[in-house]
């Protein structure tokens, strides 16, 4: 029994793994193929009391004379009383693959999703590694809330976003009943 769970564990890992560079572009893929990290480093930051804050994973790259940190990886926020109420998870070069937030009693209310990580035509791998201004991200995200004393979470709205901004067609249900809105953005 032990053992179908660890293959079924390790499976589910490499999953996570495969699905975390499967939003990025060709053309991505292609100027940052020869590029490597060089270190990685975990950061904690702690409140003045002494409880975790937030923890933060770094890959460290050296292109030219110059080394580069960017967050990769999961990064995690932390209340001042221990409570998770922020989960990122982000690619090799600081591009978003998802993001989870939690509510007071942690209860999942906001799901973002990347599903597809481009570049713009003149970008290099210096703006890569500088800025995220060049690079296009197009996501998915759900939003849940609360319409009832029991505090039972139930899908308000969802739709896409590119670079953060809502796009498309987004749905806005009625917590009372299976009814929805359709809003174009």
């Given at each position: 029994?032990?053992?179908?769970?660890?293959?079924?564990?390790?499976f589910?890992?490499?999953?996570?793994?495969?699905?975390?560079?499967?939003?990025?572009?060709?053309?991505?893929?292609?100027?940052?193929?020869?590029?490597?990290?060089?270190?990685?480093?975990?950061?904690?930051?702690?409140?003045?009391?002494?409880?975790?804050?937030?923890?933060?994973?770094?890959?460290?790259?050296?292109?030219?004379?110059?080394?580069y940190?960017?967050?990769?990886?999961?990064?995690?926020?932390?209340?001042?009383?221990?409570?998770?109420?922020?989960?990122?998870?982000?690619?090799?070069?600081?591009?978003?693959?998802?993001?989870?937030?939690?509510?007071?009693?942690?209860?999942?209310?906001?799901?973002?999703?990347?599903?597809?990580?481009?570049?713009?035509?003149?970008?290099?791998?210096?703006?890569?590694l500088?800025?995220?201004?060049?690079?296009?991200?197009?996501?998915?995200?759900?939003?849940?809330?609360?319409?009832?004393?029991?505090?039972?979470?139930?899908?308000?709205?969802?739709?896409?976003?590119?670079?953060?901004?809502?796009?498309?067609?987004?749905?806005?249900?009625?917590?009372?009943?299976?009814?929805?809105?359709?809003?174009?953005?």
């Open positions: 029994m032990k053992i179908k769970f660890v293959i079924i564990l390790i589910l890992a490499f999953l996570k793994v495969e699905f975390s560079h499967s939003q990025h572009s060709t053309k991505f893929i292609e100027i940052t193929k020869n590029l490597k990290p060089i270190d990685s480093i975990t950061k904690i930051k702690k409140f003045r009391k002494g409880g975790v804050k937030e923890i933060s994973k770094f890959l460290v790259f050296e292109y030219g004379e110059y080394t940190e960017i967050v990769s990886g999961k990064q995690q926020l932390f209340d001042k009383k221990g409570r998770l109420f922020y989960e990122v998870f982000y690619g090799n070069f600081g591009n978003l693959i998802y993001q989870k937030q939690f509510n007071n009693t942690n209860q999942l209310y906001r799901i973002i999703e990347t599903t597809k990580i481009d570049l713009k035509p003149e970008t290099t791998l210096y703006q890569i500088n800025s995220n201004k060049k690079t296009l991200i197009e996501s998915y995200e759900k939003e849940y809330n609360s319409s009832e004393k029991e505090g039972i979470l139930k899908l308000w709205k969802e739709g896409k976003r590119k670079n953060g901004k809502k796009t498309g067609k987004w749905k806005i249900y009625n917590l009372c009943d299976k009814t929805f809105k359709i809003k174009k953005y």
